[in-house]
């Protein structure tokens, strides 16, 4: 029988500890069942280059390409697999890997990179704005002008995040937007709006409690802004997976969204800050993505 071919293609930046082609593959060969799979391994050296080793492996007909990386190399890597026969391996290295914890695959690089081996295939949904796709989340509004202040710095991780929301929090104002969702016009003011495929930012905060990767349907969450003597109430049901329960949370399940504006606004998606020129159009693609989960 032939052999599977595997291609990791790993991100040093968000990366592993062990980030050279070698020590990375020494790695790999521990827990990688070398019976049934021929292994490749590729570290990116600039930006987008996960997204050309990805697009160049579904042309070669490699059978696995597996992302190393966080949310953001996870996108590059998995926008190229939409609507291929390739399937999609993950190992979590980044700093909040939402989808990674959606779907319970292990933080543990070995126990990530051993789910490869039962082949266990979900054909999830993936979503578009304006024609780029994501897997997890995207969010306009303070979710978004936090990712572009969290990008901007240095230091990464929760406790980083954490500091830029405490520090903006009080001063950003919410905004008005004009939404039409599954052809339904509604207007509202929010602090930010989430269009979640999966149910977390990362870091197990749950912001689309009952969103599903494969249910054919995104998740609108719509946040108000929260006075500062609820949030100690409130900002504890990210984490137990009860934010919906919230008076200040307005969930809406729907296929279709457009955000209504003629404006440039920054969009956070899977974690990364782009801009993008109004209206914002997302769209689900059902069933559009073949990933390997435990």
């Known amino acids: ?135 997890s989340i995207a969010g306009i509004g303070f979710d978004a002008f936090v990712a572009e202040k969290f990008a901007g710095n240095k230091t990464r991780g929760f406790r980083t995040y954490l500091n830029i929301v405490s520090s903006e929090y009080y001063y950003y104002k919410p905004q008005e937007y004009r939404l039409l969702i599954d052809g339904n016009s509604e207007t509202h003011k929010a602090l930010f709006i989430s269009f979640a495929n999966s149910d977390q930012f990362g870091y197990n905060t749950s912001i689309a409690p009952n969103a599903r990767v494969d249910d054919g349907l995104m998740d609108i969450c719509i946040v108000q802004k929260i006075p500062l003597y609820s949030i100690p109430f409130t900002a504890p049901l990210l984490f137990i997976k009860q934010v919906h329960r919230s008076t200040f949370v307005n969930i809406i399940k729907a296929k279709e969204v457009i955000v209504n504006t003629k404006k440039t606004l920054i969009v956070n998606i899977d974690g990364e800050p782009v801009s993008l020129k109004g209206p914002l159009h997302f769209s689900i693609n059902p069933r559009s993505l073949n990933v390997i989960i435990p």
């Open 1 to 135: 029988m032939r052999k599977k071919r595997v291609l990791f293609i790993v991100n040093p930046a968000s990366g592993p500890r062990h980030n050279s082609a070698d020590e990375f593959a020494s790695l790999v060969s521990e827990f990688v069942d070398t019976t049934i799979f021929d292994f490749h391994i590729e570290i990116t050296q600039y930006a987008r280059h996960a997204s050309e080793l990805s697009r160049a492996a579904v042309k070669n007909k490699i059978d696995v390409v597996v992302a190393v990386g966080g949310d953001g190399t996870l996108n590059e890597v998995a926008g190229e697999l939409i609507n291929t026969e390739t399937l999609l391996g993950i190992i979590p290295a980044g700093s909040g890997n939402g989808l990674a914890r959606h779907l319970n695959i292990p933080l543990e690089m070995g126990q990530a990179i051993s789910v490869i081996n039962k082949m266990q295939i979900l054909n999830m949904d993936t979503i578009k704005v304006n024609n780029i796709p994501y897997l």
